[in-house]
């Protein structure tokens, strides 16, 4: 909005008014920037936010935008002293009966090329954002395949849903004569006491006649018997199978190599539990 105008006359009613109407719209705009200014400082945290909500992986802020948003809220604030100085000049020249020019136009050009310079910028950060949680969940599946073999744990993917592999391995084990003890179902606890947590079951399974000959070589073998099956899900939704493995469980124990037969089936049944 131009201000107003006036060549060799005293201003009016209208006249100061018209100034008044001015500054008002460079308030309302000095607080938009400064609120949106507020909201883009604070995207960084939003973003952590849904990808904690979505169970995505986490990604590297550069925090690119705190720079923007600080940026608006500091053209905001410029522009509001810049506004309130002009007004006030304004006015004491029109009290004064001086000739006013109006400059206004240019104030708004300033504004309007850097909120279109912060608008490409900040394209431009939510481009590279997008770009790296797309390569870190592509990279998610490869992290969690890796079976961590350093702690003797084994994992096999899982064709399946949490309770349909469960389902399919009480039925193998069930065929061959193997008895399972007991199922823990650790999600299903945790959501009793309100605690929220992916599926993950356990299976604790086993046979005397294989379990005791190791128990009799090697009396700490015990605490690892009977044999388990872990059955969970990761944060991208994937199901896993894992266990102990056998060649683990034979050198922590150090029972003779040949009954290392008795505990190598749960890597047949993880496998076959989760085709």
Same mark, same amino acid.
Request: glycine content about 8%.
């Given at each position: ?7 060799g ?7 100061y008014?018209?100034?008044e ?12 920037l400064?609120?949106f200014g507020?909201v883009?400082?604070?995207?960084a ?6 990808q ?8 590297q ?7 923007f948003g ?13 506004a309130?100085w ?7 020249k /029109? ?26 910028g900040m394209a431009?950060y ?13 990279n ?19 064709n ?7 389902e ?7 065929a061959?004569?193997v008895?399972?003890f007991?199922i823990?179902d650790?999600?299903g606890e945790?959501e009793?006491?309100?605690?929220? /947590? ?14 005791t000959?190791l128990?009799?070589?090697?009396p700490t ?21 894992s ?33």
């Open positions: 909005m131009d201000e107003p105008t006036q060549s006359r005293s201003a009016d009613l209208r006249d008014l018209a100034a109407r001015t500054l008002l719209a460079w308030i309302r705009t000095g607080l938009a400064m609120g507020f883009v400082a604070r995207f945290l939003f973003l952590q936010q849904v904690v909500v979505q169970h995505a992986p986490s990604v802020s550069s925090g690119l935008s705190l720079w600080t940026a608006l809220i500091g053209a905001g604030v410029a522009v509001l002293l810049f309130a002009r007004h006030w000049r304004l006015v004491g /029109m009290n004064r009966g001086q000739l006013v020019t109006s400059l206004s136009q240019a104030l708004a050009v300033a504004t309007c090329m850097f909120l279109a310079l912060v608008g490409i431009i939510l481009i590279s954002v997008g770009d790296s949680a797309h390569s870190l969940s592509e998610g599946k490869e992290i969690s395949m890796a079976p961590n073999t350093s702690n003797g744990i084994l994992s096999k993917p899982s399946h849903s949490v309770d349909e592999t469960l399919k391995l009480k039925r193998i084990l069930q061959k004569g008895n399972v007991s823990v650790h999600s945790a009793k006491v309100g605690l929220k /947590m992916r599926p993950t079951k356990l299976v604790i399974f086993g046979n005397p006649k294989a379990g000959p128990m009799q070589a090697a073998t015990a605490i690892d018997l009977p044999l388990k099956i872990l059955i969970w899900e990761d944060a991208q939704g994937k199901v896993w199978v266990y102990n493995s056998p060649a683990y469980l034979q050198e922590r124990h150090g029972f003779p190599q040949e009954l290392l037969k008795n505990v190598a089936v749960v890597e047949t049944l993880a496998a076959n539990a989760g085709e």
